[in-house]
């Protein structure tokens, strides 16, 4: 008698509880923090200005700030590669460390801007944490591991993360990253063709939205490549999968009623829509007959977004190389004849046109953000780096 009448409080209280999440979470700035998750900077006890506790060589790393065009200053990081930083270690011992208030002024950015053949990773961080936070460091030194006399990294934290003032939305997490690949492409003065973008999570949107924004210019501006790792189709397809620590889904009950889940929808204000992004970027890529490389990582594991995201994401990018389109049915048949299979390693295929290729990697395991770490990374960044400058490869720096 009594299981049963605490037992029904208690289911009572937690559908009263749910109810309420679902009416908060039509709040915009409820959302924006489920988004975003900017206030959780997991890096609370160590200051980012000193690279060194991130476990960085004294001046690998120089923290700077970029102005953007709201008059906000976002915080930003170059991080060097291994042996370059070993081939100036003498100079770069020599200045002081910490915060640079003019980043121009050093030894580090001398040697991206006044290097004819340097490369330049930009990186899009996840929701949450900062430039510090987590399995990014390790995801730095994947980024440049394949040429480390050559692939700098540059990553920074959008307005309202870290140090970086400010309230996200689309709209100015989408400025902040145009922001500062204006700055790599002015003031480093590196071409598009020896910039990457790499995105993961949420960053994934964030490149795909500055892929776009730069594709469309006229004259288009196009980079090496864009590597995603754990992309996701676009914010609803996201709500709607979403799992909270990888196991309470969060609002797949509401997703089993449409016309519910539709009302929910309406209330969305960031759409993060990477599905119609990619998509307007091949487009456009195919139509001025500019090259273009794009590679998705997954894994299968991943339990923040699952995986089926990058095949809905795929096969929207894939759609977009033909005027007339391609249907999922054709594509699953050509995947079905083309498709590696590696074992416990997963599965690759490529799509290719006379402009683009299209790679996807479904990996096994890796979770959400270990596998930022992985030499998968690493590859992803060196095959798209050689495709475009083909004398990279085989030339000693
Ligand atoms: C697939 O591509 C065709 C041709 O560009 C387009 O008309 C169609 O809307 C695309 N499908 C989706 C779901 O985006």
Redesign the pocket.
């Known amino acids: 008698m009594y299981l049963l009448k605490y037992g029904s409080i208690s289911a009572a209280i937690v559908v009263g509880l749910y109810a309420v999440l679902i009416g908060l979470l039509t709040t915009s700035n409820f959302q924006a923090h489920v988004v975003y998750l900017h206030k959780i900077q997991m890096t609370w006890f160590k200051d980012l200005n000193v690279p060194e506790g991130f476990g960085f060589l004294r001046n690998q790393v120089t923290p700077f700030s970029i102005n953007s065009p709201s008059g906000e200053k976002l915080y930003a990081w170059h991080i060097l590669p291994v042996e370059l930083y070993r081939h100036n270690e003498a100079v770069l011992l020599s200045e002081s460390s910490g915060f640079a208030s003019d980043f121009t002024k050093k030894h580090a950015f001398k040697l991206l801007r006044d290097d004819a053949d340097a490369l330049l990773v930009i990186h899009m961080h996840g929701a949450a944490g900062t430039v510090g936070s987590g399995y990014r460091v390790p995801n730095y030194r994947a980024l440049s591991a394949g040429k480390p006399d050559k692939i700098h990294v540059l990553t920074f934290d959008y307005g309202g993360f870290g140090r970086s003032r400010g309230q996200p939305t689309e709209r100015s997490v989408c400025l902040d990253a145009v922001t500062v690949v204006h700055w790599a492409l002015r003031v480093a003065n590196v071409p598009p063709s020896r910039i990457i973008i790499f995105g993961q999570s949420l960053g994934t949107a964030v490149s795909l939205a500055v892929a776009e924004h730069f594709a469309l210019q006229s004259p288009p501006i196009v980079f090496a490549g864009h590597v995603l790792v754990a992309p996701f189709v676009d914010v609803a397809t996201l709500m709607a999968t979403y799992k909270v620590a990888g196991t309470i889904p969060l609002l797949s009950p509401v997703a089993n009623i449409p016309p519910f889940f539709n009302y929910l929808k309406r209330y969305i204000r960031d759409h993060w829509s990477s599905k119609d992004r990619i998509?307007d970027y091949i487009h456009a890529n195919e139509a001025n007959g500019e090259k273009y490389q794009i590679t998705i990582i997954h894994a299968e594991d991943d339990y923040d977004i699952p995986w089926t995201h990058s095949k809905e994401l795929y096969w929207?990018a894939v759609?977009?190389t033909r005027?007339?389109?391609v249907s999922p049915g054709e594509l699953e048949e050509v995947m079905d004849d083309g498709k590696k299979c590696l074992g416990p390693a997963g599965t690759v295929f490529e799509w290719k046109t006379e402009n683009g290729a299209i790679r996807e990697e479904i990996l096994k395991t890796g979770l959400h953000d270990v596998i930022m770490g992985n030499p998968i990374v690493t590859l992803a960044v060196m095959r798209i780096f050689t495709a475009v400058n083909p004398d990279i490869g085989t030339r000693e720096g």
């Open positions: 998509a929207h759609n977009a005027a007339a389109g």
